[in-house]
């Protein structure tokens, strides 16, 4: 199989805290994408980091990507209970998407 | 705006039946995806279309057919359904078969196969 770890399978927090998921991948890349799943719901866009980028900022989003280890990290601040969800990243393969295992994320009010 | 949408949300089969997963986009986009999610596997592809009248294996194709039936509709095959193929199937659609466009997906289709 071409798909990504991530780590940790899943990951408990309190609001406020923040919540850090890795993610490792297995072939070169154009870039890598973070998605959010939400339970019993289709996934939905968060982020994309070029392969030439390191870090990139969106709202309370901070992801970093490191080619020469293969692994990028989503970083999500202050989290919020409805930051609840299961998190994957896609490395992106010349004209598709190469998923990641996710994390499952519990925030607890 | 309805997105992806896919039909039907649940379905129950019993082996060797067939059936066909529906999948359409209202958003103009030129590509199509079938995924499948199995528990902790994450999304594994299936069968992608870059664009209408072209149809490419993804990763685990085995056991699938696809039809691109116009520029909205990506429809999924199974011609003897299996116990293995279980799962919840996800379509999703890109402006363009390029890594660096977002996929938007459908709710999904939750499939069990006894």
């Known amino acids: 199989s071409q798909q990504g770890e991530e780590d940790p399978q899943a990951l408990s927090i309190q609001e406020g805290e923040n919540a850090t998921m890795n993610c490792s991948y297995k072939t070169s890349i154009n870039n890598l994408q973070w998605y959010r799943q939400n339970s019993g719901r289709g996934l939905v866009h968060l982020i994309l980091?070029?392969?030439?980028?390191r870090e990139k900022h969106s709202g309370r989003l901070r992801v970093t990507l490191d080619t020469s280890k293969k692994s990028s990290s989503l970083l999500i601040t202050a989290s919020r209970a409805a930051d609840t969800a299961s998190y994957f990243c896609?490395?992106?393969?010349?004209?598709?998407?190469?998923f990641g295992t996710g994390t499952r994320l519990q925030v607890f009010p | 705006n309805a997105g992806v949408t896919q039909t039907p949300k649940f379905q129950v089969l019993k082996t060797g039946q067939s059936m066909t997963l529906q999948c359409a986009q209202d958003m103009n986009h030129n590509s199509m995806y079938w995924y499948r999610q199995d528990p902790g596997m994450g999304l594994r592809l299936i069968y992608y279309?870059?664009?209408?009248?072209?149809?490419d294996k993804g990763e685990v194709p085995n056991g699938y057919n696809v039809s691109r039936l116009n520029k909205r509709e990506f429809s999924l095959r199974l011609e003897s359904a299996a116990p293995s193929q279980t799962s919840v199937y996800f379509c999703a659609s890109s402006l363009l078969a390029s890594s660096y466009n977002e996929q938007f997906f459908g709710p999904g289709t939750r499939l069990t196969v006894l």
């Open positions: 279309s870059a664009s209408e009248g072209t149809t």
């Open positions: 896609a490395s992106g393969d010349t004209d598709k998407l190469i």
């Open positions: 980091i070029r392969s030439n980028e």
